[in-house]
């Protein structure tokens, strides 16, 4: 039982655009939401994170929106960059917790 | 410098063997972690060690075993039981904090990529 869904699976987006990923949860019991990036042969790396005390956290060009109700959260990457080309994963967890449950990702790749 | 290294980078294995991923970190880090990776899937929790010579199974420790003798060390071993070994394996490791209302950064090896000959 897949208990956070993401999509899209794949995502093209021209230099300067907006990325937008989305991801659905069904445990009401999470309350901590975290995005990972994470580059070919790398390993995932924490990128921005949110609890859902609040509906939108911000750092740089990234930015987590959050609707509890909807038990829905999103990353939203402003003036996309090659650079950002990555594979990028949701997670979730409980009580701020360590043990994660995951994505299934969002291959982003973005285009001159 | 600081991190988790896994070794092998790309490991095979042969039909019936057991092999063993190595995992160690100098973070200092109470808990570590082994992650499974498949095409499409995302991450899943194989175990889990929260402390020395503790640890707990995840999602999918059918086929796996685990040891946690040092702080610093989480070696996998992927026995002949797993019949589907071929994935990327990582790593990880986190501060254990025992307050609540704290975020628990996973910090990622650079994986092994096993296959089957």
């Known amino acids: 039982q897949q208990q956070v869904k993401q999509s899209p699976q794949s995502l093209i987006v021209q230099k300067g655009g907006i990325s937008i990923i989305n991801c659905a949860y069904e445990?009401?019991?999470?309350?901590?939401f975290p995005w990972y990036q994470q580059f070919p042969g790398k390993g995932p790396a924490l990128l921005i994170a949110?609890?859902?005390?609040?509906s939108e956290k911000k750092e740089g060009r990234f930015t987590i929106s959050f609707n509890k109700s909807a038990k829905q959260f999103s990353l939203h990457i402003m003036d996309s960059q090659p650079g950002d080309s990555a594979t990028y994963f949701c997670?979730?967890?409980?009580?701020?917790?360590?043990?994660?449950?995951f994505g299934t990702g969002t291959q982003l790749k973005v285009e001159l | 410098d600081g991190g988790i290294t896994q070794s092998p980078k790309y490991l095979f294995r042969k039909e019936g063997q057991n092999v063993t991923l190595s995992c160690e970190q100098n973070?200092?880090?109470?808990?570590m972690y082994w992650y499974r990776q498949d095409p499409g899937q995302g991450l899943r929790l194989i175990y889990y060690?929260?402390?020395?010579?503790?640890?707990q199974k995840g999602d999918i420790a059918e086929g796996y075993s685990v040891s946690r003798e040092k702080k610093e060390s989480f070696p996998l071993t992927v026995t002949s039981a797993q019949k589907n070994p071929t994935a990327f394996y990582l790593c990880?490791?986190?501060?254990?904090?025992?307050?609540?209302?704290?975020?628990?950064?996973?910090?990622f090896g650079s994986g092994t990529q096993l296959s089957v000959l």
């Open positions: 990880a490791s986190s501060i254990r904090q025992v307050r609540v209302q704290r975020d628990e950064k996973l910090f």
């Open positions: 445990n009401t019991a999470f309350d901590y």
């Open positions: 949110i609890r859902p005390d609040v």
């Open positions: 997670a979730a967890s409980t009580g701020g917790g360590n043990k994660l449950t």
């Open positions: 973070l200092n880090h109470d808990a």
């Open positions: 060690s929260q402390i020395v010579n503790d640890f």
